[in-house]
């Protein structure tokens, strides 16, 4: 077990709402990225921070938002949910903003419906 | 754009066997590889990992190759163990640094 930990666990919103996924980061690490993963997939790069500012984006649309916290846990948010935005959201923490031995947490399974 | 993908989307072996899974990249700067297992329902979880100035390094029951002149790596895992039933997923951190680009994995399937 990573000592990254990611909630809800599960969760099930309407198409147009708007969610929250939270993470918190193994102790020590300072860096926190998200990724979706869809069914059959490999994850995909959100965006990652470093120190409370964003530190890089992948080719998410801007409803796609995050924030990261003085103890370095990590919000993402997503705003007017579509049926595709239905994921894995993996968290995953890291020391420092390198490429460095990443830990995931167990993700927040999305269901929109 | 950078790219990481596997060879064979899923690999079925007998328990006790040697599982080979491949993985081929594009980006001839990449000078870092890692290694993830995924079991149903969890996260990835970090295997191993191998610099560009390596060609091969080894762990418990694994051991990552690393062919630079092809762009190609390869995970091999001895004696196959039901519990090694997992996707596997090879990745490689983008040009930037700040993300790890995954190929779509390979289902390991292992029969007793």
């Known amino acids: 077990e990573t000592g990254v930990t990611q909630s809800p666990t599960h969760l099930i919103k309407t198409r147009g709402q708007q969610v929250t996924l939270r993470c918190s980061s193994q102790?020590?690490?300072?860096?926190v990225s998200w990724y979706q993963q869809a069914l059959g997939q490999g994850p995909q790069f959100i965006f990652q921070y470093y120190r409370e500012e964003e530190n890089g984006r992948g080719n998410f649309p801007p409803r796609f938002s995050g924030l990261q916290f003085p103890n370095y846990s990590s919000e993402l948010n997503v705003n007017a949910l579509e049926l595709d935005d239905s994921a894995l959201y993996l968290c995953?923490?890291?020391?420092?903003?390198?490429?460095?031995?990443?830990?995931f947490g167990q993700g927040t399974r999305l269901t929109v419906v | 754009g950078e790219s990481v993908g596997l060879h064979l989307p899923t690999l079925s072996v007998q328990e006790g066997d040697n599982s080979i899974i491949n993985c081929a990249y594009s980006?001839?700067?990449?000078?870092?590889f890692i290694w993830y297992k995924q079991e149903s329902g969890k996260g990835p979880q970090f295997i191993i990992d191998i610099r560009s100035n390596m060609d091969k390094r080894q762990g418990q029951r694994v051991t990552v190759l690393l062919n630079k002149t092809v762009k190609h790596l390869s995970l091999q895992i001895a004696a196959t163990q039901p519990g090694d039933s997992a996707v596997y997923f090879c990745?490689?951190?983008?040009?930037?640094?700040?993300?790890?680009?995954f190929g779509k994995g390979t289902t390991l399937s292992v029969s007793s």
């Open positions: 102790s020590g690490h300072n860096t």
């Open positions: 980006n001839s700067a990449s000078d870092y």
């Open positions: 995953a923490s890291s020391l420092e903003s390198t490429e460095t031995e990443a830990f």
């Open positions: 990745a490689a951190p983008n040009q930037a640094g700040t993300a790890l680009i």
